[in-house]
């Protein structure tokens, strides 16, 4: 009875590591992404492959918050939306209530949107399929964002990403 009770789980072992690798394969098709321009300067942030390479987070909590973070090293960008009806495919504006930040790494400061610094994000709710699903969250943004110290503005264009999201 032992002898059968090992084969049950060790067969329940294997199957849940060979859909481990599949996830992680999925991942690599995806070739998530993160790219805009910052006052003219292109940034791409790729996914790392690294344990604590790059910062490459989608969460969505209970349907009704959005939290993006992105970096590596001093240079990254994110964002923080909630809307009470829910995170939904469409556009929201970026203010002091959903905010989009860029972290500059020339001099370590966070530019974050506020009531006069604005701008939008697009957002596209989906799916990455093969074999096994991949939640996804793919978006456009444009904004303008301020140094709350020094009142500086930084303008982040051309904004896109694909990512796979943590629900």
Do not use: W
């Amino acid at each position: 009875m032992k002898h059968k009770n090992y084969t049950i789980l060790l067969a329940i072992v294997v199957l849940f590591s060979g859909i481990h690798c599949e996830k992680e394969a999925n991942r690599k098709l995806l070739n998530a992404y993160f790219r805009f321009d910052a006052n003219g300067d292109s940034i791409n942030i790729k996914q790392g492959i690294l344990l604590n390479e790059n910062i490459f987070e989608c969460n969505i909590k209970g349907d009704t918050a959005l939290q993006v973070i992105v970096s590596k090293i001093y240079d990254g960008a994110g964002f923080s939306i909630k809307d009470p009806d829910g995170i939904k495919d469409g556009t929201y504006v970026l203010n002091a209530k959903n905010t989009g930040y860029y972290l500059h790494p020339k001099d370590i400061r966070r530019y974050v949107t506020n009531q006069t610094s604005r701008g939008s994000i697009t957002i596209k709710k989906g799916t990455f399929q093969a074999k096994t699903l991949l939640n996804t969250l793919e978006a456009t943004f444009n904004f303008v964002a301020a140094d709350t110290l020094t009142g500086k503005t930084i303008s982040v264009t051309n904004g896109k990403f694909l990512m796979e999201r943590k629900d």
